[in-house]
């Protein structure tokens, strides 16, 4: 059974740091692709970045050079390195398995999120 | 940066009747996008994808159409289990984008 843990967040005043990790297991993690979606409270989803299995990342214009995304294939984890943060990061964040169905950049499994707060 | 906007914001619905939610985006997308449905403290679940693929396990009564900058994903039937908030995604570009959402409650 595939499951995605999230941990690391909490409250953090702006300008802080804080690193999310999301623990993969059920699949092999260095075989996939993954991502971070984040959801303000009460809002809609917003896809923040990828990571391939080769490490080639993506990221969303509102944390680029902020937000770092990594992966440790040995230890089946998933990371997101915040910095600078901002009110507007407040949510909570989602880490997902990405699948290729012809073509197709799916987002198929998904953890139950953690939550980050930026307040002072 | 691709912008999804989805409608109506609010769709109210009695069980049984048929649900139409539309998304547009602001350049052409392909066929590529997904539909995702969220269940009140829950995460998103994939739908549809290639814009009217059914992703496994999900129940013949979804359906979703379109391609380029018009879409659609419809509710032939409501069941109770469908009132949730429907989200649409484009992943032909980067970066990735999602509509707003669109909540179907009960009428």
């Known amino acids: 059974e595939v499951q995605l843990v999230e941990s690391g967040g909490g409250l953090v005043q702006p300008g802080g740091s804080l690193r999310l990790s999301c623990a993969a297991s059920?699949?092999?993690?260095?075989?996939?692709?993954m991502t971070w979606v984040r959801q303000a409270p009460g809002m809609g989803l917003e896809w923040v970045s990828s990571i391939t299995r080769g490490g080639n990342t993506y990221y969303g214009d509102s944390v680029k050079g902020r937000f770092a995304i990594s992966r440790d294939n040995s230890e089946n984890t998933l990371h997101l390195e915040m910095n600078s943060l901002r009110a507007e990061d407040t949510a909570l964040y989602y880490c997902?398995?990405?699948?290729?169905?012809?073509?197709?950049?799916?987002?198929?499994?998904w953890g139950q999120g953690t939550l980050v707060t930026v307040s002072s | 940066e691709i912008v999804m906007a989805q409608s109506p914001a609010t769709l109210s619905v009695s069980p049984g009747e048929r649900a139409t939610l539309s998304c547009r985006a602001s350049?052409?997308?392909?066929?590529?996008l997904a539909w995702y449905q969220q269940k009140p403290g829950r995460a998103p679940r994939l739908l549809i994808h290639g814009a009217s693929t059914r992703a496994t396990g999900v129940p013949a009564r979804f359906s979703g159409s379109g391609s380029e900058t018009e879409f659609t994903l419809t509710i032939s039937s409501l069941q109770s289990e469908d009132f949730a908030v429907y989200y649409c995604q484009q992943y032909n570009n980067w970066p990735l984008t999602f509509g707003g959402g669109t909540k179907v409650e009960i009428k």
């Open positions: 997902a398995k990405i699948v290729y169905i012809g073509g197709s950049q799916l987002f198929d499994y």
């Open positions: 350049q052409s997308v392909s066929d590529n």
């Open positions: 059920g699949f092999t993690f260095s075989s996939y692709d």
